[in-house]
DNA sequence: TCCGAATTTGGACGACTGTACAAATGCTAG
DNA sequence: CTAGCATTTGTACAGTCGTCCAAATTCGGA
């Protein structure tokens, strides 16, 4: 039961966000009683690290995994693809560490940022700092001209191109008129990529001209 | 009275969302009674689109004169970055229509765009998209070669990038120990402009090698 | 089979939510 | 001054919220 819990309020919490969702309506989706929920998780903020503490393991080793791997890459232009492409594809692929959805993770963290909800903000603090210096660590070798902080603010856009992207997928669709599709992570995937790499190899900002 | 509810409705939303914030909140805050609100406002949603409607005039006339302005400009280079620093200049700029805050507004924008609010999604689609669909017409005539979808993808993933470091400014901050300062619109945005003049450079995505 | 621990159940609790409305007040035009 | 409209006030309502708990149930090992 304590599964099917999880699974229901990862899926609700990441389709309506942390705060709109109701112990109830974990209840009744998951089939579980109430007081079930109070039984294993203790409050709602726990049910929640519950849910980080699931993901958070896999997906980093996952991440570790993809990144070193995009480092043994000799040519620093394909590298920095590489990495790129490891920072985030864990956050499209539909499968991932205990059952179907890094994606729907990756849209319960987006959402759960944005709803400035004080546990989840520290939880995400502690459990995804480290893999991101790592991969800020890896991008810099690749860009040993470029300042530390211009890294920053780039790593920093492109997770927030990711997140916008896991929020709203039909909002480019829409934008578009069906031209380019938002939902398809296949697209959203090589696009992001594509936009982020020319980014980071944009100059840095003190050298740009005002 | 009914500014002072807007003034401090606006704050509180942009601050912790539109959920999060109660209406005796609001109350308290700006020193009005309960019912006052309800007598100007009619419901909550009432009060959001209120908010809504007193920024999105000025903000979009704003962002017009700063496009026409910037399509003036003859060099495409030249005239793409103006373009983009159009885009999001108001986003970041402290005062802006009837009082301080131009950045205030775009938060509560990001943070109820996250939360998924139906009405709010419906305001905000109504009364950005001609704008947005401006903006992308001026971006594809700078970059005739480029399909259309890839600049809807990349406008899309600017902004994201707004959006992200709007919501979460001390993140950037904490993530490069100091050294970048994510609380600095001035630094923001001069970040974001070079970083996102970069992306719409790059060639399209179906011409990219796989 | 039976005991004890683990889990599930249903209900209750107080606190808080948005909304509605009559009564009181403020204010302006005649 | 006063009639009439605009606004504010206080309170009440019907729900929903997260949390808690005693009783009932399930289940595995001796």
Redesign the interface.
């Given at each position: 039961m304590r599964e099917a819990i999880l699974d229901a309020a990862e899926e609700l919490f990441s389709?309506?966000?942390f705060?709109?969702v109701s112990m109830r309506e974990i209840a009744q989706a998951s089939g579980a009683n109430l007081g079930s929920i109070s039984y294993h998780f203790g409050s709602k903020d726990g049910l929640l690290r519950a849910i980080y503490e699931r993901h958070s393991g896999p997906m980093n080793r996952r991440r570790g995994e993809l990144l070193s791997e995009a480092q043994r890459i000799r040519d620093p232009d394909d590298r920095l693809a590489a990495i790129v492409r490891a920072f985030i594809l864990p956050s499209f692929s539909e499968s991932e560490g205990t059952e179907g959805g890094g994606a729907r993770f990756a849209r319960l963290r987006?959402?759960v940022?944005?709803?400035?909800h004080e546990e989840a903000q520290k939880i995400i603090?502690e459990t995804f700092?480290p893999i991101?210096?790592a991969f800020?660590d890896a991008l810099q070798a690749c860009l040993p001209h470029l300042p530390?902080?211009?890294i920053?603010?780039?790593?920093?856009?492109?997770?927030?191109?990711?997140?916008?992207?896991l929020?709203?997928p039909w909002?480019?669709t829409?934008?578009?008129n069906g031209?380019?599709k938002?939902e398809n992570a296949e697209e959203?995937l090589?696009?992001?990529v594509?936009?982020?790499?020319?980014?980071f190899?944009?100059?840095a900002?003190a050298d740009?001209p005002r």
């Open positions: 389709a309506n966000g705060r709109a987006a959402v940022m944005a709803e400035r603090a700092n991101n210096h800020i530390r902080a211009d920053v603010w780039r790593t920093h856009f492109l997770l927030g191109a990711v997140n916008y992207t929020i709203n909002r480019v829409r934008l578009s031209d380019a938002g959203a090589t696009q992001i594509q936009a982020a790499v020319a980014a190899r944009a100059p900002c740009a």
